[in-house]
C-alpha cells in the first residue's frame, strides 16, 4: 500500500448511500429454453458460429435462474443493500408482443420476494441487450415499431413488480445496442449498417421515452424512473482545433446523441450535421423528440474507461478496437476521419486503461447537464484473469485497488457537489461478458465454470466492508 494511501483520511459516504452489485439477465440467468423462453438475439448470435470468443453461449451462463436464493444470500452475507438485475423481455414476452407468460414473471417475483426478504433494494433495468429474435426478425431495433413493443412490456413488467420495486431503468447503454448491435456487429444481432445504427439509435430514444410513460402509467408514483448510459468521457490529444473537432463529433455519437432528446428534447446540430452523409434523420416524426424528453427521476452512469481521440492523418479504415472487440466495420457512423487512441495508464484485462478521474470528470459533467437530477453509477469494475489459491481462495487486490480509486472519485464528486446516491458494481459474479464468453472476469464473486461454486474474492469482503460501514477500508496489502 502506498503510504499515501495509509495516511490518507478515511473516505466516507453518506448513510443512505445504496451500496449494490449489477448483473444482466443473459449473462448469468442460463436456463433457456424453461418456463416458455424462446431466443433473444443473443441467443442467436452467440450461437452462430465465429461470433463469441469459442463459440461461448448463455444457454448455462452461471445458473442464476436456478440458484438465485443462493446469490441473494450471498449478497446479504455480503452486506450490500441494493441488487441491479435485468429482465429477460422473452421470458416474460416470447414473442416481444402480446400478453405476458406468468411462468416468466414468475421467476422475477420470487427473485424480488427473496431481496426484500434480506432487506436488498431491488434495481430493475428492462431492456439490457437480449431483443426478443421475433422482433429481430420484423427489424429489430432500426424498425419503430419495436420502440411500441418496449412500452407495451414495459407496462406488463410495471405492472406485475411495481408494488414492490422502487427503482427501474428503462434502458442499459443503449450506445452498445445501437452502435455495436447494428454498426460494427461485435453484438448481436451483428449487423454492419452505418444508417441502420443511427436509425435504432433514435427507436431506442423512443422506446425510453414511451417506456418510461407506460411504467408511470401503472406504477405508484414514489417508484423513480432512469436510464443507464454508457456516457463516454471524451479526451482529445491536443487542443488544436481539429482535434477538438474530433473529440465534439465522438461526443456527439456517444453522448449527445442519448442524452440530447432524453434530457433536453433535441439533437445536438453538430450531430446532425456530422452524420447527413449517412442518414437524413427523416425518421424522427413530430413529437417524436416529445415523447423521449420525459423527466426523469434518476439517471445512470455506467463508466469503466475513458475515451482519447484526435483527428485521422487520413481516413480510418479496416479493423480497429472498440473496446467492446474488434471489427473492420466503425461503429461510429460518419466519423471516419477520428482517430482513436489508448490512453496512457495501467489496464485491466479487456485492455481498458484504468482512470477513476474519468469517473469524476463524468459524474461532474451530469451534474451540470442535468441540475437537480439524482445520479448512480449503476456500472463500475473491472476483469482480472482471478485464480483461487490451492486453499481455495481468490485474492484480486488489483480489483480492490480498482474499486477504491473509483469509489474514491464517487466521493469526491459528492464533495464537489454532485447528487450521488448510490454506486452498483460490475459485476456480482463472473458471467458471460458478451462476445469475450467466459474469459473476462468482472465478478467480486468467483465462479467455478466447471461445478459453478460461487466464492467470494477478497474484493467482494472488501466492498461488503464498505456497505456495512460506509467507509473505504484501507487497501489490501
Ligand atoms: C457494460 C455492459 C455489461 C458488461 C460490462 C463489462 O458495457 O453493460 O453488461 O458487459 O460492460
Same mark, same amino acid.
Request: charge should be negative; aromatic fraction near 10%.
Given at each position: 500500500m502506498s503510504e499515501s494511501a495509509q495516511s490518507a483520511p478515511p473516505v466516507t459516504f453518506p448513510p443512505a448511500f445504496l451500496w449494490g452489485a449489477a448483473t444482466s439477465a443473459y449473462q448469468i440467468e442460463g436456463a433457456v429454453r424453461e418456463d416458455g423462453r424462446t431466443p433473444s438475439i443473443w441467443d442467436t448470435f452467440s450461437h452462430t458460429p465465429g461470433r463469441t470468443a469459442d463459440g461461448e453461449t448463455g444457454d448455462?451462463?452461471?445458473?442464476?435462474?436456478?440458484?438465485?436464493? +443462493?446469490?441473494?444470500?450471498?449478497?446479504?452475507?455480503? =452486506?450490500?443493500?441494493?441488487? @441491479?438485475?435485468?429482465?429477460?423481455?422473452? @421470458?416474460?414476452?416470447?414473442?416481444? @408482443?402480446?400478453?405476458?407468460?406468468? @411462468? $416468466?414473471?414468475?421467476?422475477? !417475483?420470487?427473485?424480488?420476494? +427473496?431481496?426484500?426478504?434480506? $432487506?436488498?433494494?431491488?434495481?430493475?433495468?428492462?431492456?439490457?441487450?437480449?431483443?426478443?429474435?421475433?422482433? +429481430?426478425?420484423? $427489424?429489430?431495433?432500426?424498425? !419503430?415499431?419495436?420502440?411500441?413493443?418496449?412500452?407495451?412490456?414495459?407496462?406488463?413488467?410495471?405492472?406485475?413488480? =411495481?408494488?414492490?420495486?422502487?427503482?427501474?431503468?428503462?434502458?442499459?447503454? &443503449?450506445?452498445?445496442?445501437a452502435f455495436l448491435g447494428y454498426g460494427s456487429g461485435v453484438h448481436a444481432p451483428g449487423r454492419t449498417d452505418a444508417a441502420a445504427s443511427l436509425r435504432a439509435a433514435h427507436h431506442l430514444n423512443l422506446a425510453h421515452?414511451? $417506456?418510461a410513460s407506460a411504467l408511470r402509467s401503472v406504477m405508484p408514483a414514489r417508484n423513480a424512473v432512469a436510464v443507464s448510459l454508457n456516457s463516454s468521457v471524451v479526451r482529445t490529444v491536443s487542443q488544436d482545433p481539429a482535434d477538438l473537432a474530433a473529440g465534439q463529433k465522438i461526443d456527439d455519437l456517444a453522448n449527445g446523441v442519448f442524452h440530447g432528446p432524453m434530457l433536453h428534447g433535441t439533437y445536438p446540430e453538430t450531430l446532425l450535421a456530422a452524420t447527413s452523409s449517412v442518414t437524413d434523420w427523416s425518421y424522427v416524426r413530430d413529437r417524436d423528440l416529445e415523447t423521449i424528453h420525459q423527466p426523469l427521476d434518476a439517471l445512470g452512469l455506467n463508466y469503466y474507461t475513458p475515451t482519447l481521440v484526435s483527428a485521422a492523418e487520413e481516413q480510418v479504415s479496416g479493423p480497429r478496437p472498440d473496446g467492446h472487440g474488434a471489427s473492420?466495420?466503425?461503429?461510429? &457512423? =460518419?466519423?471516419?476521419?477520428?482517430?482513436?487512441?489508448?490512453?496512457?495508464?495501467? !489496464?485491466?484485462?479487456?485492455?481498458?486503461?484504468?482512470?477513476?478521474?474519468?469517473?469524476?470528470?463524468?459524474?461532474?459533467?451530469?451534474?451540470?447537464?442535468?441540475?437537480g437530477l439524482p445520479l448512480y453509477v449503476t456500472e463500475n469494475g473491472a476483469a482480472y484473469d482471478d485464480k483461487p489459491d490451492p486453499d481455495g481462495r481468490v485474492h484480486d487486490p488489483e480489483r480492490i485497488a480498482y474499486l477504491h480509486g473509483h469509489l474514491s472519485a464517487v466521493r469526491r464528486a459528492i464533495t464537489d457537489g454532485a447528487d450521488v446516491r448510490g454506486y452498483f458494481l460490475w459485476s456480482l459474479m463472473d458471467n458471460f461478458e458478451w462476445a469475450y464468453g467466459y474469459g473476462k472476469r468482472f465478478g467480486a464473486v468467483y465462479v467455478d465454470y466447471t461445478t459453478l461454486e460461487r466464492t467470494p474474492k477478497s474484493s467482494a469482503h472488501w466492498y461488503g466492508r464498505a456497505a456495512r460501514t460506509g467507509e473505504l477500508p484501507p487497501l489490501e496489502g
Amino acid at each position: 500500500m502506498s503510504e499515501s494511501a495509509q495516511s490518507a483520511p478515511p473516505v466516507t459516504f453518506p448513510p443512505a448511500f445504496l451500496w449494490g452489485a449489477a448483473t444482466s439477465a443473459y449473462q448469468i440467468e442460463g436456463a433457456v429454453r424453461e418456463d416458455g423462453r424462446t431466443p433473444s438475439i443473443w441467443d442467436t448470435f452467440s450461437h452462430t458460429p465465429g461470433r463469441t470468443a469459442d463459440g461461448e453461449t448463455g444457454d448455462i451462463a452461471v445458473d442464476h435462474y436456478h440458484r438465485y436464493r +443462493e446469490d441473494v444470500a450471498l449478497m446479504a452475507d455480503l =452486506g450490500l443493500n441494493a441488487y @441491479r438485475f435485468s429482465i429477460s423481455w422473452s @421470458r416474460v414476452q416470447p414473442t416481444g @408482443r402480446g400478453p405476458a407468460v406468468q @411462468r $416468466g414473471l414468475d421467476f422475477y !417475483r420470487r427473485l424480488v420476494d +427473496e431481496l426484500l426478504a434480506h $432487506g436488498i433494494r431491488p434495481a430493475i433495468t428492462l431492456y439490457h441487450w437480449d431483443l426478443p429474435q421475433e422482433l +429481430e426478425d420484423a $427489424g429489430g431495433w432500426p424498425e !419503430r415499431d419495436t420502440a411500441y413493443r418496449f412500452a407495451e412490456y414495459a407496462r406488463i413488467v410495471g405492472e406485475a413488480l =411495481g408494488d414492490r420495486v422502487e427503482q427501474w431503468i428503462t434502458l442499459n447503454e &443503449p450506445w452498445c445496442s445501437a452502435f455495436l448491435g447494428y454498426g460494427s456487429g461485435v453484438h448481436a444481432p451483428g449487423r454492419t449498417d452505418a444508417a441502420a445504427s443511427l436509425r435504432a439509435a433514435h427507436h431506442l430514444n423512443l422506446a425510453h421515452g414511451l $417506456g418510461a410513460s407506460a411504467l408511470r402509467s401503472v406504477m405508484p408514483a414514489r417508484n423513480a424512473v432512469a436510464v443507464s448510459l454508457n456516457s463516454s468521457v471524451v479526451r482529445t490529444v491536443s487542443q488544436d482545433p481539429a482535434d477538438l473537432a474530433a473529440g465534439q463529433k465522438i461526443d456527439d455519437l456517444a453522448n449527445g446523441v442519448f442524452h440530447g432528446p432524453m434530457l433536453h428534447g433535441t439533437y445536438p446540430e453538430t450531430l446532425l450535421a456530422a452524420t447527413s452523409s449517412v442518414t437524413d434523420w427523416s425518421y424522427v416524426r413530430d413529437r417524436d423528440l416529445e415523447t423521449i424528453h420525459q423527466p426523469l427521476d434518476a439517471l445512470g452512469l455506467n463508466y469503466y474507461t475513458p475515451t482519447l481521440v484526435s483527428a485521422a492523418e487520413e481516413q480510418v479504415s479496416g479493423p480497429r478496437p472498440d473496446g467492446h472487440g474488434a471489427s473492420a466495420h466503425s461503429p461510429w &457512423p =460518419g466519423a471516419d476521419d477520428v482517430a482513436f487512441h489508448q490512453t496512457p495508464g495501467e !489496464r485491466t484485462e479487456m485492455g481498458w486503461t484504468i482512470d477513476p478521474t474519468g469517473l469524476h470528470e463524468l459524474i461532474m459533467r451530469y451534474t451540470r447537464e442535468a441540475p437537480g437530477l439524482p445520479l448512480y453509477v449503476t456500472e463500475n469494475g473491472a476483469a482480472y484473469d482471478d485464480k483461487p489459491d490451492p486453499d481455495g481462495r481468490v485474492h484480486d487486490p488489483e480489483r480492490i485497488a480498482y474499486l477504491h480509486g473509483h469509489l474514491s472519485a464517487v466521493r469526491r464528486a459528492i464533495t464537489d457537489g454532485a447528487d450521488v446516491r448510490g454506486y452498483f458494481l460490475w459485476s456480482l459474479m463472473d458471467n458471460f461478458e458478451w462476445a469475450y464468453g467466459y474469459g473476462k472476469r468482472f465478478g467480486a464473486v468467483y465462479v467455478d465454470y466447471t461445478t459453478l461454486e460461487r466464492t467470494p474474492k477478497s474484493s467482494a469482503h472488501w466492498y461488503g466492508r464498505a456497505a456495512r460501514t460506509g467507509e473505504l477500508p484501507p487497501l489490501e496489502g
